[in-house]
């Protein structure tokens, strides 16, 4: 086994990190304060090849060998600035232009994908309803075959990006009395009539717009199916099995901006004569932190390294990745407040943000509650998770 980064790899990741110093960590408190989208910032990430990475020339992409990982990396180091930002990798390569390039077809994957991964178009994927959360199956939008294309009804919750994106991944059913079988997958042009949106306003991740969207009788071409008609339930689980890797980078990503702000301050912070730091019970903070960071990445990086071998099914080790990261930067966060005290509770100091961002980590992309349930059935063989 090599734990090593490639030298390419390397270079990304400092790249990644010197871009998030300059454009991302000097302005994030204030977008949070004032709900801004920085449209630009996601844009030039675009540009960089940040969400390309797993993609061919053909493209757009880079055709890394090591793609996923390279994602892995690069979703840390910008979450490490900005969850809000963050939620790009997710939003633009994960959960929609990857869907698109493993279930689509031909004229999709050239129709779509090389707008998304540059950031000329901004992409979401919508599966959430005001009912239906972690139970997909109780979803209730509909796609009603018409003629030649489909006519989508329903409403949609907690998306990601919605009301700022182009294109959307919409999952909804064909055929509701055909069960599991009847959900299907499409390709919906965000600005098609019928097609309105409402952003919601949150605890955490304000930069990050997250809206409720409505389609009324929206007419979608036979051209927007991806996949074949009744693919939903696998399309869905994909991808849900990739954007869980985006978030369980995010959250490495956060938790280290938590022991960076935890450190700095135990050096810098005096109190009866001595450097706060030098106290055992901060220093037992400080290393149940970095040894929890440490134990995340590298269950995420082994799920990044698995599905750059092709193993994109390893919803096993995805879970143990996205669970361990989630409840890392819950912690961290929390044990980062308790160091730096009312200076941490201060909203002029950017750990109140990262404390409000942690908890999401906990809810996206399957709850943690989700991942331990996967686990579980796993370990008592009551259900496989890599089927």
Known sequence: MDFELSEELQAMRQSARDFTEKEIVPHADKWDEEHYFPIEVIRQMGELGYFGTPFPEELGGSAMEDGMLAQAVLCEEIGRGSSSVRVAFNTQCLGTALSIWRHGNEEQKRKWIPDIISARKIGCFAITEPNAGSDVLALRATARPDGDGYVLNGSKIWISFASRADVAIVYAYHDRSAGSKGLSAFVVDMHSDGVSTRDLDKLGTRSSPTSEISFEDVRLPGDALLGKLGDGVKICFGSLN???LGCASGGVGLARACLEAAVRYCNEREQFGKPVGKFQMNQELIGQMAAQIEAARWLTYRAAWQKDRGQFGNTLETSYAKYVAAETAAFCAHQAMK????????????????????????????TVNVQKMIIALDQLGYRKANR
């Open 339 to 366: 160091i730096l005290g009312a200076y941490g509770y201060s909203t002029e100091y950017p750990l109140a943000r990262f404390f409000r961002d942690a908890v999401l980590y906990q809810i996206v992309e399957g």
């Open 242 to 244: 990739q954007t869980r």
